[in-house]
Structure formats: C-alpha cells, structure tokens
C-alpha cells in the first residue's frame, strides 16, 4: 500500500471510527483521545502528541472543524483548512485516528468514542476539561500533559504578521 493510501486510512468519518472504537476495546486495547485545533503544526505539537501515543495502544485526534475555529479563534482562523490539518496529523506515525468535529468542545464525540484516556495540554485544569465527567464515569483517566515552552500557532501567525 503506498504512503498517501495509509495515510488516508486514519482519516476516519465519526461512524466509522465509532465501530472501529468498539473492536478496538474488544481487542483489549487502550483508547487515548485528545482534540485540538492545531492549525499551524509546531514542534509543541508533535511533542504533546508523541507523548499522548505513549499513553496508550490508539491515539485518536479530534480535530475542530474550519467553522469551529472561526467561532473559538475568530474570522481570520484557521490559516490551513480542516482537510490540510487533518492529512497533516494522519501522516504523524503515531497517531492512529483523525475525525473532525464541528462543535465548540467534543464531548459528543467522546461521548460516542468512549475513550479509556483523555489528554489534555497543560493549560487546564480536569474540571474545564470537555468529557472527563464521561472518562471517569467508565473508570478511565484523565492526563494533563505539560506544554513544550516557547511553542504556539498564536505565535507563528504573530511573527509571520510582523
């Protein structure tokens, strides 16, 4: 199978994924799920989700859709479009799982996946945390994964602007 077929492979729609969620636990598995909008891919981010991988056997992503940004980060965002960040993330060799959502948090999504283990970056705290209220209900956990210093979309579009 070539490169881009793999790729593509991980790019999942919410049904599909849900299903494959479900054998995925039969086989024993543990599910990890973090989100985000990750519209310009940095070191910060590869670092955050190399580790989430490490937390489990399947690290889903949940990628905010273009309509999603816009309301959480404004009309001039996303920079790259929910197809281009989502192809981006698939091609990362440890990520098993891209699915877009349109909502403002994912806790639908979670809700529907079932995770074993929610991820989040440093900056919250398990309360704000959309679906953790789900995760533990089933017994899961929930980590909070510090954030490499110096690394930030808001950042990269700051210095590209001036």
Avoid at 8 to 36: M, P, S
Avoid at 109 to 128: F, M, S
Wanted: charge should be neutral; hydrophobic fraction near 40%; glycine fraction near 8%.
């Amino acid at each position: 199978m070539k490169a881009s077929q793999k790729i593509q492979l991980k790019i999942y729609n919410r049904d599909t994924l849900k299903k494959e969620c479900q054998e995925w636990a039969t086989q024993g598995k543990k599910i990890v799920f973090t989100n985000g909008c990750f519209d310009i891919l940095h070191a910060g981010h590869i670092d955050y989700l190399s580790k989430a991988s490490e937390l489990g056997d399947k690290l889903i992503i949940g990628v905010n859709s273009d309509f999603s940004v816009k309301r959480l980060k404004g009309k001039a965002r996303p920079v790259n479009d929910e197809n281009s960040r989502m192809l981006l993330l698939a091609a990362l060799f440890f990520v098993d799982a891209v699915v877009l959502f349109d909502e403002d948090t994912p806790y639908e999504l979670i809700n529907e996946l079932q995770p074993d283990i929610l991820v989040k970056g440093g900056d919250y705290r398990e309360e704000d945390i959309a679906g953790a209220d789900i995760v533990k209900r089933k017994g899961g956990k929930i980590i909070i994964l510090p954030f490499l210093e110096g690394f930030s979309t808001t950042k990269i579009i700051d210095k590209l602007k001036s």
